[in-house]
């Protein structure tokens, strides 16, 4: 037999072989597959494993071969799916993506369901798979239902499932991922996702089949993040702007439309309920709530084929669901304020990760430390490199820092001594916010021991001196003070324009 290639242990197609992992419901599936008549609803986000349990589960069962697998997504599907009452003894049935359907083929199944479970009929087994609450929307069309299907409902699964995954996988290729831990945090209990990063890994550490001698990779997680989003950026950037934008481009406006893919990007689950969010956000009610209770939101999306490819919206329900694992990816990598102000909404900004981030270079490090401290003591978000000497270990340090000083801190802070123009990291730094001074988002700190041609944009912007001969304490202490003031007004800001 042949040593396993990269692509057959992390799948990003098909179903897993090497890396095959049973979630959580498995055993109340199987169960239900074996019950005679009985229907099947699957339901939970896309890429958690509803399809591939089921299509082991039958390769198990050993009613794999003789399993007729249609989608509704597929135009030629369409019909036979219309057709199955009226079909006979077609054997087992997987409708995908029910929730696609319209509300007529719906009902018949629905119908049809409650037929087999009452004959007990040992020639139709039907099992339906669809998104959140697929089964709720059956009962509702055939009340008598409840009694007669089974629906099974797919959560996220757990880390430790993820984690048993990337194991798997390692041990078919003979590899320790360096970045096996961040893989499984990043996933959020998605399988497909996982798959996708630990693939994404590999490829960065020039591993592409079977390790004839064990290898423990060397790569950083952050660049591997970047690239896999990079490269679903070009898939999916323009259709999240078109989303985003809405039908009516307003850009003094709220960005209804922005804040709901927002915050669909921030949640746990690959489903919005859009009451329950305008609830957590009072202050959105009447933009949001207006797209939803007018049909504004499901007319725009019904219109757009390319945001219907990646998100579903249930309008009786008003729930908003992602349609694509790797388009959940991509949302929750985003730089919202960066992509809010690309998107020309200059007034609407979101939290950062950190409130700051210190650049400085090396012999100026007592200054940075003291900064940090008395931030901290402030309650404040501050990145500072010396506590996050364990994250950046064995990573592309470049990579790393560059989201943070880019996007990821609401203002950065730059001591310039005299040094900092000459070392290679405050270059790297320096190069990711440089388009932020225009914004007001970097604060320099001037040493007078550093001449003005030191860092020459920093002069064009309002900046702090620092006296080398004076107490550093009290300086620190005044310092901190201006930038809590400085936070202060932008969190003022920040709950204004939401």
Not at 240 to 251: A, E, L, N
Not at 423 to 432: F, G, H, L, N, Q
Request: with cysteine; proline share 4%; aromatic share 8%.
């Amino acid at each position: 037999m042949s040593s396993p290639r990269l692509e057959e242990v992390f799948k990003t197609n098909g179903v897993p072989t090497h890396t095959f992992v049973q979630p959580s419901e498995y055993d109340q599936l199987k169960v239900s597959l074996r019950t005679r008549g009985r229907g099947v609803v699957l339901e939970g986000p896309s890429g958690i494993g509803k399809t591939t349990a089921v299509e082991r589960l039958l390769d198990e069962l050993a009613l794999g071969k003789s399993v007729t697998k249609l989608s509704a997504r597929k135009v030629e599907d369409l019909e036979y799916i219309q057709n199955l009452p009226r079909l006979g003894k077609v054997g087992t049935v997987i409708i995908d993506d029910f929730h696609k359907l319209d509300d007529v083929a719906k009902e018949a199944i629905a119908n049809y369901l409650k037929v087999l479970a009452d004959d007990e009929s040992i020639d139709v087994k039907l099992i339906v798979v669809g998104i959140n609450r697929a089964g709720e929307r059956l009962i509702r069309l055939a009340s008598d239902l409840v009694n007669r299907i089974d629906v099974i409902r797919f959560e996220s699964n757990p880390d430790s499932k993820v984690a048993e995954l990337v194991s798997k996988g390692e041990a078919a290729l003979n590899i320790k991922l360096n970045v096996a831990d961040e893989i499984v945090s990043a996933s959020q209990g998605s399988f497909y996702i996982g798959q996708l990063l630990a693939q994404a890994a590999c490829v960065a550490a020039t591993i592409t089949e079977h390790c004839d001698d064990r290898v423990t990779t060397q790569i950083s997680f952050e660049a591997v993040r970047a690239a896999v989003w990079d490269r679903l950026s070009a898939r999916f950037d323009e259709a999240c702007k078109i989303f985003c934008r809405g039908p009516r481009m307003r850009t003094d406006g709220r960005a209804p439309y922005l804040h709901l893919l927002k915050w669909l990007a921030g949640g746990r689950e690959w489903t919005l309920s859009i009451t329950d969010a305008v609830k957590r956000n009072p202050e959105l009610s009447g933009s949001v709530g207006q797209i939803a209770e007018k049909g504004f939101l499901a007319r725009f999306i019904a219109e757009r084929q390319e945001i219907r490819d990646i998100l579903h919206y249930d309008q009786s329900a008003r729930q908003l669901t992602v349609e694509d694992p790797q388009f959940v990816f991509y949302l929750r990598n985003i730089s919202w304020n960066k992509f809010a102000k690309e998107l020309g909404f200059a007034g609407v900004t979101f939290d950062s990760k950190y409130d700051f981030a210190l650049s400085f270079a090396g012999p100026d490090r007592a200054i940075a430390e003291g900064l940090y401290n008395r931030l901290v003591d402030e309650e404040v978000e501050v990145f500072y490199d010396k506590n996050e000497q364990h994250r950046i270990l064995a990573t592309d340090v470049e990579e790393y820092l560059r989201p943070i000083y880019q996007s990821e801190a609401a203002f950065v802070v730059c001591v310039l001594g005299p040094e900092y123009p000459k070392r290679v990291w405050t270059k790297v730094e320096s190069d990711a916010f440089k388009e932020r001074f225009k914004d007001g988002e970097v604060i320099p700190i001037w040493l007078d021991s550093a001449p003005p041609s030191a860092f020459d944009r920093s002069r064009a912007v309002g900046g702090i001196e620092f006296f080398t001969k004076e107490s550093p304490e009290q300086q620190i202490e005044r310092i901190v003070e201006t930038l809590r003031k400085k936070l202060a007004e932008h969190r003022g800001q920040l709950h204004f324009s939401l």
